[in-house]
């Protein structure tokens, strides 16, 4: 483990159930992201939180509600989803601080499929 | 916003040769470049980075050279191995101290180091 872990790593969901996707870092890091992944396109970008305030927002629909409780948890709710939603969702976290931004850390991903 | 953009999308190189992939930019306020390696299966890892006050920056056969002028950056991979294998995600943000901090990624190139 590098020191972010994503549950589940694997999730099947129907269009009309409600799921969550939950990521922890360990590394002391004060800023964290929510990404997505899907074959041929690059990782795309959805929330930022830095000191546990959301901000960034990358035009990402209503269905996904990130939720960060504390500077060590990331939550990404989900409902409501479509299949073109199906893609690997990767959280990141990162240190900010007086010399900038410092490399990413990633954790496993969830591999999530919307039937 | 920021714009990357990277190529090839698919290099194969026979085993021991170099391998360059070469992203541009678009933000010229953009002063932070990762690359990271993700192997199959696997989370995305930070490699080597460079910030827009050197030139280039070397980690055994990894390097990393920065165009400012130009708004491009590459990666050199020598003596490629196997384990090389793997597809590479160059990456810019604007390093603000605090602000600014997203990473823009590119789509990505699948290499292919061949035995």
């Known amino acids: 483990e590098t020191g972010v872990t994503q549950t589940p790593r694997h999730l099947v969901m129907g269009m009309t159930n409600k799921k969550s996707l939950k990521c922890e870092q360990h590394?002391?890091?004060?800023?964290m992201y929510w990404y997505k992944q899907s074959a041929k396109k690059p990782l795309e970008l959805m929330f930022v939180?830095?000191?546990?305030?959301?901000?960034e927002n990358n035009s990402v629909p209503s269905r996904f509600s990130p939720e960060c409780p504390n500077s060590s948890h990331l939550f990404l709710h989900l409902h409501t989803l479509q299949p073109e939603d199906s893609a690997l969702y990767l959280c990141?976290?990162?240190?900010?601080?007086?010399?900038?931004?410092?490399?990413?850390?990633f954790g496993s991903g969830t591999r999530l499929t919307v039937v | 916003g920021e714009n990357v953009e990277q190529h090839p999308s698919t290099l194969s190189v026979q085993e021991g040769d170099s391998a360059v992939i070469k992203c541009t930019y678009s933000?010229?306020?953009?002063?932070?470049f990762p690359w990271y390696k993700q192997e199959l299966g696997k989370r995305p890892q930070l490699i080597i980075d460079i910030r827009s006050n050197v030139g280039e920056k070397k980690d055994q056969r990894i390097a990393v050279t920065l165009n400012k002028t130009a708004k491009h950056f590459s990666l050199h991979i020598t003596e490629t191995q196997p384990e090389d294998s793997a597809v590479y995600f160059c990456a810019a943000s604007k390093d603000s101290g605090g602000s600014n901090y997203k990473l823009t990624f590119g789509k990505g190139t699948l290499l292919t180091v061949n035995p």
């Open positions: 939180y830095s000191l546990e305030e959301r901000v």
């Open positions: 933000d010229s306020a953009s002063n932070y």
């Open positions: 990141a976290s990162s240190h900010e601080g007086t010399q900038g931004v410092g490399g990413y850390t």
């Open positions: 590394l002391g890091h004060n800023a």
